[in-house]
């Protein structure tokens, strides 16, 4: 699985990386909402991951861009609680999922299986109905 993390932590990315290493994932990181942008159109990531606590609101840029250029994409998203507020929009602008930080890696981990599941079954076809 190919993930996307668009943060500017560096804690966070030496962190994640290690776990996503450890679970056979591919990580790469963009570091503003044009990077991701970029990012996403070149190498079609299988999630994303997107803090919002990044400069300027652009971590909800990121989601409702994403979101309306491929609505099959799952994205997380990722903030304090005292951003609350800018959880519930990333969940109004599309969002599929969103954890409060300090993200525990193991809740994320779930969290990323979780998505990963739902692609996979929304992406296999309906079995149809044979005779009587």
Aim: proline share 5%; hydrophobic share 45%; with cysteine.
């Amino acid at each position: 699985m190919n993930i996307l993390l668009c943060t500017t932590e560096e804690l966070m990315l030496t962190t994640l990386e290690f776990r996503f290493r450890k679970n056979g994932w591919k990580m790469m990181v963009a570091e503003s909402a044009k990077l991701a942008i970029e990012k996403t159109q070149k190498f079609s990531p299988d999630l994303v991951i997107v803090d919002l606590d990044l400069p300027n609101f652009e971590g909800l840029d990121v989601v409702q861009f994403l979101r309306k250029s491929n609505a099959e994409l799952p994205i997380m998203t990722y903030g304090t609680v005292e951003n609350e507020q800018l959880i519930l929009e990333s969940q109004r602008l599309g969002a599929n999922d969103f954890v409060i930080a300090p993200i525990k890696p193991d809740e994320l981990t779930i969290r990323i299986k979780r998505q990963a599941m739902k692609k996979k079954t929304a992406s296999m076809p309906i079995a149809e109905g044979g005779e009587a």
